[in-house]
């Protein structure tokens, strides 16, 4: 069932329709979790087969009840990425990267125009309430649309040339979206890491909305709460995303049961999750998920001490050996999953910078290609990856369908004379005693390269990369900072230069959004203040005013403008193209592992496959709601 190109004739669109389809021998034979015994004893709690669709979906799999899995988080907020690894959408990614319903039981794209939804029958909330088209309606109308809560308005990708989309309720299981254009985004941002929510819990919500509840009273609660209106207090209870509100109901595989502060957070599987085995029990298998908060340098140490089930966010592969160390006494295994991503260390010159100098050298491309032609990407990758990554630019990687492998070393293999040719040809020839280039208004040639310091490996990269510039006349300084504080610096244009990893996306299909590789995010170090021009509609920061970057946002735009994927997958391929040659981000070294350790007797992951924030979702699109403790080898949960 894949999301393929819909190629549409004058006279007919045609429509792809996507379910699943529960198999016959399953009826309603429905096993029920044991954790739930009582509830059900007490009447608290209605039979398994009032709490599941009339067409759940049926996987593939077979696993056992029970147990828990710890983890650690390295702060209470970070229980937030429960949401990405848990991975319940709309419509999700399979372990293929093709599009599959999943709260939907079916989904009809004419084009990439018209987008119609149908909702399971029976489908309820994790509290048991419903689960209908009003909880759309209600987002749409009374969240997205309303300027006390939504002060920005509805969410950008869900606006096509300005404009938002036509809203329907056709009937209390159907729901559709159709805009005069394509909006090839909408549904891979439904199925991205972070769930943009276009529906929401509305018969709870519902009593802190000021249409529908009495709005003095709820701003007497918001003061109660030290908020400044309802519209706060709403807010605060509305956080799919952050897992704050127990009492917010939920369609994820676990609930959360505990609020801040706490230094434990407990999720509890939801009695009204959709998913199901063909062997009749309900999904997920592990009847908890606990978290427990820890400084985030000592995650390596209580995995090798066996004190975890599951661990992979907050791990690298510099942990791998202390990890091995580990394994046969503490009954665990460390898996190692290629990390997708361009690059695990990327050099952003800023063509936004205020200093005019550096504007103009990090503009010039003979500049940008010298400094890739001046790493010796060997070197970093025996130091960094035990030798064991890909040299190169920050392009995709070989899993990708859009893969093309020559652009991989375009101006991107160790050659310091060249590199050393171009900083002549542009005027950088005079040099100090020390032989470090002059700039033209007599400044040394040193570039100050700014990161987050979060990553051992990009500052012990960029240590080396300076010792490999001092060869060709150029200085590195390395000022590691606060994120935020980073982030602002680049916004302003007060970096030069920032390293930081690369692609987030690095599998990407013809489908997915090429948004990384166009001047039109702010977050993007190379070209923060086009970002801004680009996302503010030209109110704020400055217009695009180099011709090959111009280039990359018509490529995107006409990535944009069709439903065809062969035209999508000739924009991609454009826009890597263009990247390569113009070294817009410099590439080292890519393919790190992912360590991620497993308790012995836990089962259900596989023992490789790839790792990224987009498109897997971290662990997401695995399915960490099918993997269960083996009772039959006696290493089920010890809690």
Known sequence: MLLNTRKTSLALALTLVLGWV????????????PLFADLLQDKKLPPIAERLPKTPIVVNSSGQYGGDIVTLVPRPRDIRYISTFTYTRLVGYDTNLDLQPDILEKLENEDDRVFTFTLRAGHRWSDGSPFTAEDFRYYWEDVAQNADLSPAGPPEFMLVDGQPPRFEVIDERTIRYS???????????????????????????????????????????????????????????????????????????WRVMNAAPANRFIFERNPYYHRVDAQGHQLPYVNRIVMDVSASGLFAAKANAGEEDLLFRGLSMGDIPVLKEGEKAKGYKTLLWPYARGTELALYPNLNTVDPIWRQLNRDVRFRRALSLGIDRKTLNNALLFGLGTEGNNTIVAESPLFMPELRTVHATYDPAQASRLLDEIGLTQRNGAGIRLLPDGRELEIIVETDGESSLVVDGLTLIGEFWREIGVRLFVKPQDRTVLRNRSYAGLTVMVAAPGLDNAIPTAIMPPTEL?????????????????ETK?????????????????????????????????????????????????????????????????????????????????????????IYWNKAAGKEARR
Do not use: C
Request: no cysteine.
């Open 518 to 534: 166009a001047p039109m995010r702010q977050d993007n170090y190379t070209w923060p203040k086009w970002g801004q021009h680009v």
């Open 179 to 253: 805009w005069d254009k394509p909006n090839p985004r909408f549904l891979p941002q439904l199925a991205g890491p972070l769930d943009p929510g276009i529906y929401r819990a509305s018969a709870y919500l519902k009593q802190f909305h000021a249409k529908y509840a009495d709005k003095a009273g709820l701003e007497e609660k918001a003061k109660q709460q030290k908020l400044k209106s309802w519209s706060a207090l709403h807010n605060r209870l509305d956080d799919m995303k952050e897992q704050t509100n127990p009492a917010l109901p939920t369609l994820m595989p």
């Open 22 to 33: 529960a198999p016959p021998a399953l009826g309603q034979d429905y096993k029920e979790p």
């Open 538 to 626: 030209g109110r704020n920061g400055e217009a695009v005013d180099i011709s090959e970057a111009q280039r990359l946002l018509e490529s995107y735009t006409t990535w944009m403008n069709t439903g065809d994927r062969e035209i999508q997958r000739t924009a991609w391929r454009e826009m890597l193209q263009n990247h390569a040659e113009n070294q817009w981000t410099i590439g080292t070294i890519a393919g790190a592992l992912q360590p991620i350790v497993v308790r012995n007797g836990l089962q259900g992951l596989p023992a490789k496959a790839l790792y990224s924030w987009e498109p897997t979702a971290m662990l997401g699109i695995y399915r960490l709601d099918e």
